[in-house]
């Protein structure tokens, strides 16, 4: 049996199921980076404030990079029985240069170590989180331009109420992923606190010093109280609601992509690389990506619950329980930036199939809004014109004809204010073009609007 830290309390060693059950390494063994950046820092600072010599400092520091490395290629050798990757690492170093490389455990203790260890990797996969998440912001932007005035139909109800720009369809995806870039900052800023220093609980007897520390791994600032900070898991459960965000906006665009590449909608193509066929219908196109994501989003959402779970009636300050952050919240993490990821290429592929779009976007009486605001505009009071256009709309339906059938004559019967230039008022091209207040649908907008998100000047709303 390797030797325990503990050792010396106990008299038998432990149970090998419960070595089994309890052991971490198999999970946190991701960590070894950040543990070693972490103890490379606080043995600078233990040398730096007279805890240990200078000689002492550099044989552990070059200890500690031989293990970076053999870990690197792999070949460091892992041990279950030393429980966790803290425990690994100052075991190896041990045995690497002796009884020097006991002294890298002063002044700190692994209820301090993993949630900084913790905050470290995660702070790094933020980082990738915000790089994937502008990427996928300017593949919509890029569309957007590419499609600012293709008519595509609006709904609400899923039922076609007014034609809009397919353009602005695609940047209301991009406002949705602009506010999670926002969340993943912010949550950033929670992530970055140091909680080192804290040692198991109520902090160390010994002169050191936080601020070093702080500023030499990067972090904001260092945690005002050293109970909460070892049991403090907030950061992953802001990062694993961020992520449970993420995942809905892309489970209600995934949604929205099943739909329109349905042959019944037949409103985009996708590469024929991103869907799959059926084992037995030979004709079949399926959607499983966007599928699989609005399926993972499930258990996405799930790590959310099980992290506030995990915390919830948790006594201060480390409980075994914190063990079990870990698994939940990389799980969370890996499902949302692969899903991104294949979200983002799938989009690169799409086509929208112009034709059928306006067709749609024509059909239902999509402009009956417009005619309305014709009428108001000529002094009508909208609840009136609302029923006059309600009547004309019945009328059509009953003749199975389309409001631009009608003559003027026709027209005239509900109202004599309408006038011939209504032929142009109720035209899809009119009615999306005329839109064009500031967030409305109009290709300008639309335009306005991706250009700015290209140009990285995008803010998710506009101040007045
Ligand atoms: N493997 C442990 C965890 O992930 C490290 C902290 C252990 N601390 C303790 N007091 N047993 O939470």
Redesign the pocket.
């Known amino acids: 049996m390797k030797n325990k830290t503990w050792a010396g309390r106990f008299t038998r060693k432990i149970n090998d199921d419960v070595l089994d059950f309890s052991q971490?390494l198999t999970i946190?063994i991701v960590l070894y980076e950040a543990d070693i950046m972490t103890t490379l820092v606080h043995v600078e600072m233990l040398c730096k404030c007279g805890h240990i010599k200078k000689n002492e400092f550099t044989k552990i520091k070059s200890g500690l990079n031989k293990i970076r490395t053999l870990a690197r290629k792999g070949e460091l050798p892992w041990s279950i029985e030393l429980?966790?990757v803290?425990m690994n690492i100052e075991n190896s170093l041990v045995e690497q240069i002796g009884d020097v490389g006991k002294k890298i455990h002063l002044g700190r203790?692994?209820?301090d170590?993993?949630t900084t260890d913790m905050r470290i990797y995660l702070r790094e996969l933020v980082d990738v989180m915000i790089f994937e998440v502008r990427n996928i912001q300017k593949t919509l932007a890029t569309l957007a331009l590419k499609y600012s005035n293709s008519i595509f139909p609006g709904y609400t109800h899923l039922q076609i109420a007014q034609p809009v720009t397919f353009g602005h369809h695609l940047m209301a995806w991009q406002a949705m992923i602009s506010r999670d870039e926002i969340r993943l900052k912010n949550t950033r800023e929670m992530i970055n606190v140091l909680p080192l220093g804290s040692a198991?609980l109520s902090g160390t007897s010994l002169k050191i010093d936080r601020k070093f520390v702080a500023k030499k791994l990067q972090f904001n600032s260092t945690s005002n109280n050293s109970m909460d900070a070892v049991s403090d898991r907030d950061y992953m459960i802001d990062l694993a609601y961020t992520n449970s965000m993420i995942m809905l906006h892309l489970s209600r665009i995934s949604e929205e992509l099943v739909l329109w590449m349905n042959p019944q909608f037949n409103l985009i193509d996708v590469d024929e690389g991103f869907c799959t066929g059926s084992s037995i219908m030979p004709q079949k196109k399926n959607p499983d990506v966007p599928e699989l994501v609005r399926g993972k989003t499930g258990s996405v959402y799930g790590s959310l619950i099980g992290l506030l779970t995990v915390l919830k009636g948790l006594p201060l300050t480390?409980n075994?329980d914190?063990?079990e952050?870990?698994n939940l919240i990389f799980e969370s993490v890996d499902t949302t930036i692969s899903s991104i990821d294949i979200i983002n290429k799938l989009i690169k592929t799409l086509k929208l199939n112009k034709k059928q779009a306006l067709n749609l976007a024509e059909s239902s009486f999509s402009t009956a809004t417009d005619l309305a605001e014709y009428l108001s505009e000529k002094g009508v009071a909208f609840r009136d014109s609302h029923h006059i256009v309600g009547k004309i709309v019945k009328n059509c339906e009953k003749r199975s004809i389309s409001m631009k059938d009608m003559t003027l004559k026709e027209f005239k019967t509900f109202s004599d204010l309408i006038e011939k230039d209504i032929y142009k008022k109720i035209s899809v091209e009119n009615s999306v073009t005329s839109r064009k207040n500031f967030g409305s649908t109009s290709p300008k907008n639309v335009e306005k609007i991706a250009n700015l998100v290209l140009s990285g000047l995008s803010k998710t709303n506009t101040k007045i």
């Open positions: 971490s946190d429980e966790d803290h203790s692994r209820n170590l993993v198991a480390y075994r914190l063990q952050d870990k």
